[in-house]
Nanobody, 122 residues
Framework: QVRLTESGGRSVQAGDSLRLSCVASGRTFGTWGWFRQAPGKEREFVATVSWSGSVKEYADSVKGRFIIGRDYAANSQYLQMNSLKSEDTAVYYC?????????????????WGQGTQVTVAS
């Protein structure tokens, strides 16, 4: 049984940092990604990392503030979120794919977590 589990979401103040984690069970993956969905908005791409862990891509809205990475031994990925602002408030979803590139489109992902809430108060 394949499952992705996110953790780390909580309420913080603008300017704070937060680290989200996602652990996979039942399978290993090539491509990892993070998406988010704010109230009243559609799900949007946040960040992705390839099988090598060295090829990364970020949404323009988070470049320079967020860092994505992966831990092969733990079969997990993380999203380090710095300089958080109110616009970052959303439910963040972990995603994984069998492909070995990067994935900025939701349809390339095979598995999704249930989401973790991040609330940034100003």
């Amino acid at each position: 049984q394949v499952r992705l589990t996110e953790s780390g979401g909580r309420s913080v103040q603008a300017g704070d940092s937060l680290r989200l984690s996602c652990v996979a069970s039942g399978r290993t993956f090539g491509t990892w990604g993070w998406f988010r969905q704010a109230p009243g908005k559609e799900r949007e791409f946040v960040a992705t990392v390839s099988w090598s862990g060295s090829v990364k891509e970020y949404a323009d809205s988070v470049k320079g503030r967020f860092i994505i990475g992966r831990d092969y031994a733990a079969n997990s990925q993380y999203l380090q979120m710095n300089s958080l602002k109110s616009e970052d408030t959303a439910v963040y979803y972990c995603a994984a794919s069998r492909q070995t590139g990067i994935g900025v489109q939701a349809e390339v992902y095979d598995y999704w977590g249930q989401g973790t809430q991040v609330t940034v108060a100003s």
